[in-house]
């Protein structure tokens, strides 16, 4: 373990009043999560660093002539004095973290090199990426991620996906008049609706569809306010109760209360097969609780936040994530 050599990429704190260009210290760039990962690292021996998606470089065709047909990925560290230019080669395990905004070309671009350096690892296997480009493709899709788990016979709530306003009424009408309205990307309860009258559908079909949005209508699981959510951390699960007394959402960044409840095998098989076919080694499986006791999955997270876990589970879970990153190339 001593030998591990662990790149965080992505997952900063937006930066007040400086250049992503000029790397600043440590303590002034990382968050609670990437602070969180540093205090593991340091009390696993394992080497940490961590660098922005925005620092991602490819070279094809400049390398070693043994392997003419291979992309090089290359990064900048953020790691206070040494800012110097790394190969993603040269690390144990890759932790990809969330993507700042950028525009198409950009993100594609970010995706598409990740792509590479993964096809490359399968046959090369020194780097482990933890979780894979293709699995948070699927998993930030809210609408993929509910076709692909109803495909595993997993119960998700009665969902349609529209494109106009007149579509995105009549599925008002068809899921009984009160949906919950929700962006295909997105996360935190951000852009998320309940939506149980007919004049304010209307309205607000009208403005998603005026910004080209997809229209996203799924029917509300009465009593709101309450889910499960099971976080998936390599052999590790937590099944944690989340509950809000003034809201239907209950992310504990509105003001979600989280507890620790005792996990069941029904509740860790389900997240792990779809982890599985995710192809995720640590990822949040959300789903609802109906008034029967039923749950209906509608969300899965390649890029979880655990503040609010860790608020209630014992065990350090950065701890745990490094345990996953370590042990992928032993």
Known sequence: MSHASVLVLGGRDALVGASRSQPLGRAATLGWHLS?????????SVQIHFADYESLRSQIG??????????????????????????LDD?????????????LEQITFRLAVLHDFVRNQNRLKTTAVVNPPAALELAIDKFATLARVKSLGIATPATQVVQSRAAAMVAFEELGGDVVVKPI????????????????AWTTFSTLTQMNAV??????????GIDLRVLVIGQHAHAIRRRSE????????????SELVPMQASFEQSARSVCEDFGLKFAAVDWLE????ELQLIE????????GAQRVVQESIADQILEVLVSENE
Request: with cysteine.
């Open 36 to 44: 969180e990962l540093q205090a593991a690292a340091s009390r696993r």
């Open 62 to 87: 400049l390398g070693d002539d043994s392997e003419p047909s291979r992309s090089t990925v290359w990064c900048q560290r953020h790691d206070g004095s040494d800012s110097r230019e790394r190969s």
């Open 91 to 103: 690390f144990s395990a890759v932790l990809t973290r969330t993507m700042p905004a950028g525009s």
């Open 185 to 200: 990307f997105g996360g935190e309860g951000r852009g998320v609706m309940r939506v149980c009258d007919s004049e304010l």
């Open 215 to 224: 229209c996203y209508v799924q029917r509300f699981v009465p009593p709101g």
């Open 246 to 257: 003034s809201d239907f959402r209950t992310n504990v960044r509105g003001g979600g209360q």
């Open 290 to 293: 109906t008034e029967s006791g």
């Open 300 to 307: 899965v997270n390649g890029i979880p936040g655990w503040k």
